[in-house]
C-alpha cells in the first residue's frame, strides 16, 4: 500500500495550459506539503495545509491554487503554465504540529512545459 | 529564519571506504535536522534525525549522524560505502511547527567499484 501517492508521474503540456496534479496520503496525517524540485536538484516549500487549512504559502505565483477537500487530499492546480514551471513537484505528509516528524514524500511529478 | 548549508555537491568515494557527507545548518531555535536520500527517479526517503535525544543517531543502510552544536554541524557517516548508496543525499531543518522543511543543496555520492 503507497503511503503517499501522486497522479499523473509525468506530465508533459504546452506554454498557457492549465494542469492538476493530485496527492493522497493514507497516513491519518493531518499536514500536507507540496515541494518543488528544480533542475539543480533543489528543493524548496510551496505550501502546506494542516487539517485542510493553508499554513505556509511560500511566495508562490498565484497561478498556483492547492485544494485540499478533505485531511487526505492536496491537490495542485496550475494555471497558465509557464516554461519556467518545469520541475518536479512533490507532495509530503506528517503528523501534525512537531518539528520533529518526519514527513513522508510522494514518488514525485515530473512536469514538462514545451 | 532558518538554513542549511551542504559543502560539495558531488562526493565520489570507493566501494568499502568511508562515506562523509557534511552538513551545517543556521537555526535561531534548537533545529530539528534530517537527512534524506533521493535514488534516480524516486521520492525522499528519511536516513535519519535528530530531535535533541541523543547526539549520535543511527539511522537505516548504516549510516549515522552526529549532531555538534559548537560547530553548527549535522555530517552523514557511514564506514564502508556500497554500490547501492549511490544516490543524491539531503539535509533538512524544520521549523518548530513542522509546517516547512528547508533543504540543503544536496550532495550526489558516487561509489566507485
Known amino acids: 500500500d503507497t503511503a503517499v501517492s501522486q497522479t499523473p508521474k509525468y506530465l508533459v503540456t504546452q506554454m498557457g495550459n492549465d494542469k492538476s496534479i493530485k496527492c493522497e496520503q493514507n497516513?491519518?496525517?493531518?499536514?500536507m506539503y507540496w515541494y518543488k524540485q528544480d533542475s539543480k536538484k533543489f528543493l524548496k516549500i510551496m505550501f502546506s495545509?494542516?487539517?485542510?487549512?493553508?499554513?505556509i504559502n511560500e511566495t508562490v505565483p498565484n497561478r498556483f491554487s492547492p485544494k485540499s477537500p478533505d485531511k487526505a487530499h492536496l491537490n495542485l492546480h496550475i494555471n497558465s503554465l509557464e516554461l519556467g514551471d518545469s520541475a518536479v513537484y512533490f507532495c509530503?505528509?506528517?503528523?501534525?504540529?512537531?518539528?520533529?516528524?518526519?514527513?513522508?514524500f510522494g514518488p514525485g511529478t515530473r512536469l514538462t512545459v514545451l | 529564519a532558518q538554513s542549511v548549508t551542504q559543502l560539495g555537491s558531488h562526493v565520489s568515494v570507493s566501494e568499502g571506504a568511508l562515506v562523509l557527507l557534511r552538513c551545517n545548518y543556521s537555526?535561531?531555535?534548537?533545529?530539528?535536522l534530517f537527512w534524506y536520500v533521493q535514488y534516480p527517479n524516486q521520492g525522499l526517503q528519511l536516513l535519519l534525525k535528530y530531535t535533541s535525544a541523543a547526539t549520535l543517531v543511527k539511522g537505516i543502510n548504516g549510516f549515522e549522524a552526529e549532531f555538534k552544536k559548537s560547530e553548527t554541524s549535522f555530517h552523514l557517516t557511514k564506514p564502508s560505502a556500497h554500490m547501492s548508496d549511490a544516490a543524491e543525499y539531503f539535509c533538512?531543518?524544520?521549523?518548530?511547527?513542522?509546517?516547512?522543511?528547508?533543504f540543503g543543496g544536496g550532495t550526489r555520492l558516487m561509489v566507485k567499484p
Open positions: 497516513l491519518g496525517h493531518d499536514t
Open positions: 533538512a531543518v524544520s521549523d518548530n511547527a513542522g509546517n516547512m522543511l528547508t
Open positions: 495545509y494542516n487539517n485542510k487549512e493553508l499554513i
Open positions: 537555526s535561531s531555535v534548537p533545529p530539528y
Open positions: 509530503a505528509s506528517s503528523q501534525n504540529g512537531w518539528g520533529y516528524n518526519e514527513q513522508f
